[in-house]
């Protein structure tokens, strides 16, 4: 049976949670504490919600704030999650990378997964690059110029994502079977992503509250259905914080149901009805542009 937590448990862990993850549990979704962290009183064998959150607060166990953490982060996620941002980057930013790097007015992408979860999102883009200079005939030529970053809090999803293998339930969630059928093979009940896919992305642990300057910066970031579940403060601040990691013209996608902050850095366009932002030039936002190069 689920133990109960009080309402004193609940207020110490949604401070606790807020603080160390951003992230808002509110008041009528304490069964999501309930269940998440029944496990871990178990684990550290503690009577009540209280005792456990006296052991984290206490540092006693020093891996318990991750594995916290890790437990209400939310892990939502699908192949080619809402058609927007894939449309834009067939239609849009691949076809302009492209004659940049013909150009030479550019010599690599850069490529930021925010909130990777189990990796779904990041081979989804690595996949549409692969797939787009395929079907021009220019794979070898271009595809290797993209650098694709991404990053979670929790260590069990990098986990996952970096093996780049799938049960069939995840893999029927949004993946077309032609691209199943190119980059994945069937291994018993597990389906492995071709290396060349799973080698063209780099997997590393962030926390979006903190910052994340050695990653980089980019010239387009997906920072995707992470944004709702955060204060409005924090988003702030986050948004902030991934405009100081863009290239100048940078390009940055939201989830659909989520909302640009206020005075932001960004400009709102779209091409039909998918939406997208672009990082601004004017001196307002100055302070969020980086100097350096490509």
Avoid at 93 to 115: F, Y
């Amino acid at each position: 049976m689920v133990k109960t937590i009080s309402s004193s448990a609940l207020g110490k862990m949604q401070r606790f949670i807020r603080d160390n993850a951003g992230l808002v549990i509110e008041d009528e979704r304490a069964y999501l504490l309930e269940t998440r962290l029944a496990r871990l009183l178990v684990d550290y064998r503690c009577a009540d919600f209280d005792e456990l959150y006296r052991c984290v607060d206490s540092g006693r166990y020093p891996e318990l704030a991750d594995k916290i953490i890790n437990a209400v982060v939310t892990h939502e996620t699908q192949w080619f999650r809402e058609m927007s941002p894939w449309r834009v980057m067939e239609r849009l930013l691949l076809p302009r990378w492209q004659d940049e790097l013909a150009a030479g007015s550019r010599t690599v992408v850069r490529i930021w997964s925010a909130a990777c979860s189990t990796g779904q999102e990041p081979y989804s883009i690595a996949m549409l690059i692969d797939d787009y200079f395929s079907r021009a005939g220019r794979r070898s030529e271009w595809a290797e110029r993209f650098t694709i970053i991404a990053s979670d809090i929790s260590g069990a999803a990098l986990g996952i994502a970096r093996q780049g293998r799938y049960e069939a339930i995840a893999m029927g969630r949004g993946l077309p079977d032609d691209y199943r059928n190119r980059y994945f093979s069937q291994q018993g009940r597990v389906w492995q992503l071709a290396d060349a896919i799973r080698r063209r992305v780099d997997f590393y642990r962030c926390n979006l509250i903190d910052e994340a300057s050695d990653l980089g910066l980019f010239d387009a970031i997906f920072l995707r259905n992470i944004l709702i579940y955060f204060a409005d403060e924090v988003k702030t601040a986050v948004v902030e914080k991934t405009a100081r990691q863009m290239n100048p013209g940078g390009i940055l996608f939201l989830g659909n149901a989520e909302m640009m902050p206020e005075n932001s850095c960004f400009s709102q366009r779209k091409i039909g009805d998918d939406i997208y932002y672009v990082l601004k030039e004017n001196s307002s936002c100055m302070s969020c542009q980086s100097t350096i190069r490509r």
